[in-house]
């Protein structure tokens, strides 16, 4: 069995919360129920698009998303997600 081993974001909070630099939000619930809300409305896949795409970025990206544990249509609609938002980073 192998052992967990974080990443540099999840080890970076880890210790953040190690030195309780978390609080908590004064209406947790309704927090919680807004957080639901964006997920949902971000998540929701309603247009099915075709494309063409060479073999070579195909396969990398098959590979990429497997190394992260996610169908690699999943990593496309992501890549997409973020570089409409503009969020996406060289």
Request: glycine share 4%; no cysteine; aromatic share 6%.
């Amino acid at each position: 069995m192998r052992k967990f081993k974080p990443d540099n974001y999840e080890q970076n909070l880890i210790e953040s919360l190690e030195r309780d630099e978390w609080k908590s939000v004064p209406d947790l619930e309704d927090e919680i129920i807004k957080a639901r809300q964006i997920a949902e409305n971000t998540t929701a896949k309603d247009e099915k698009i075709t494309i063409r795409i060479s073999g070579r970025d195909l396969e990398l990206l098959k590979s990429q998303a497997m190394e992260e544990g996610i169908p690699y249509q999943t990593k496309v609609t992501s890549i997409l997600h973020k570089y409409v938002t503009g969020k996406l980073k060289e």
